[in-house]
C-alpha cells in the first residue's frame, strides 16, 4: 500500500506569489517600471539597457513552457513515463505548491551538513539531507516553475533550465530548495516532505485519506476525479499513525561538523570532514 498522503494545508500571507491578485499586480508593476524607463531622461526614448533588463526580470518572473525537453523525461523528473508499478512513498513539495517531487524508495542515507556553502546556501544552521537514487525520485506537478542552480566553481545564475551538475534544484514561484542533484543521485531535504507537524495535521490528514478511500470505494475509482487520478498514480493511500517525521528520514549523523555555528547535542555521530573521517565530541573545536 502506498504511504503518500494529502499534505497539511498551509497559512500564507497577501503577499504569496502564487495569488493570481499579486502576480497581476506584479506584471503592472514591471510595465511600469519599463514606462519609467522610457521617460527617465526627459526626451522619452530612455535607455535601451534598462528596458532589455526590465523585460528580462519580467520574463523571469514567469513559469518556462519546456513540457516537452529531453531533460524532463530523465530522472529525477521522468514526465512522461508511466506510473505503472510505482508505488509512492514519499511527496515533498515547496512552500507555495507549485513544485512537488514523489519517491518510491527508501534514502540511502541520511545526514547533517555543517559546510559554509550548505549554511549560506539555506540561510540555515546546517542542511539536513537524504540521499536517494534517481530512479526513485519523478516529478509530481508541471515542470513551469522549476529552478537550477550550479553553486560550485563558475557560479551559474538561477535558471529555468538545468545548469551543469552538481546543482541545486528549487521552485522558481517561491524560492524554495528541494534538492541537490548529482549524476546519479541526489539528496533530498526532508523538512520539504509532507508528513504531520501537529496533532492538527495528523486528524486533517487521516480525515481527506478517509475521503480518498470513500470516494474510490463508492464509485470503483470514478467518484472525486482528483483523488481517483492521485490513486491511480501514486496507489491508495494508508493513514498516518502519529505526529512524526518519517523515521528512516531522521539523520544518522554529521559532517563538517568543525564548521558548526551551534552545536548539537543528539547523541549521533560527529565527523569533523567527511563521514568517517575523524570523530570528535559534540563540543569539541
Not at 552545536?263 to 567527511?274: I, T
Request: aromatic share 6%.
Amino acid at each position: 500500500m502506498s504511504s503518500t498522503r494529502p499534505g497539511p494545508k498551509r497559512v500564507r500571507s497577501d503577499q504569496d506569489h502564487s495569488h493570481p491578485a499579486v502576480q497581476e499586480r506584479e506584471s503592472k508593476r514591471h510595465e511600469a517600471d519599463e514606462d519609467d524607463n522610457g521617460n527617465g531622461n526627459g526626451n522619452g526614448k530612455g535607455s535601451a539597457e534598462a528596458k532589455a533588463s526590465s523585460k528580462q526580470s519580467s520574463r523571469e518572473a514567469r513559469p518556462a513552457n519546456h513540457q516537452d525537453a529531453e531533460w524532463l523525461k530523465e530522472g529525477p523528473f521522468q514526465v512522461g513515463k508511466s506510473w505503472d508499478g510505482w508505488e509512492t512513498k514519499y511527496r515533498q513539495s515547496c512552500w507555495c505548491n507549485k513544485t512537488a517531487f514523489v519517491y518510491g524508495g527508501s534514502p540511502h542515507n541520511v545526514k547533517i551538513c555543517h559546510c559554509e556553502d550548505c549554511q549560506r546556501l539555506h540561510g540555515a544552521p546546517h542542511q539536513h539531507v537524504a540521499i536517494f537514487h534517481k530512479k526513485d525520485v519523478r516529478l509530481d506537478s508541471s515542470p513551469e516553475w522549476l529552478g537550477f542552480l550550479s553553486a560550485h566553481g563558475e557560479v551559474h545564475p538561477l535558471s529555468s533550465t538545468p545548469t551543469p551538475l552538481p546543482h541545486k534544484v528549487t521552485c522558481r514561484a517561491c524560492g524554495s530548495p528541494l534538492m541537490d542533484e548529482g549524476r546519479n543521485m541526489i539528496m533530498a531535504f526532508p523538512p520539504s516532505f509532507e508528513f504531520p507537524r501537529t496533532q492538527k495535521d495528523l486528524e486533517e490528514m487521516n480525515a481527506e485519506i478517509d475521503k480518498i478511500h470513500q470516494n474510490v470505494d463508492a464509485a470503483n475509482g470514478k467518484g472525486n476525479q482528483d483523488h481517483a487520478e492521485a490513486v491511480e498514480k501514486h496507489g491508495k493511500p494508508g493513514k498516518w499513525d502519529k505526529v512524526s517525521m518519517p523515521s528512516e528520514l531522521l539523520p544518522r549523523h554529521h559532517i563538517f561538523y568543525e564548521r558548526r555555528i551551534i552545536d548539537v547535542l543528539d547523541g549521533l555521530p560527529k565527523w569533523r570532514h567527511l563521514e568517517n573521517t575523524e570523530e570528535m565530541g559534540e563540543k569539541d573545536r
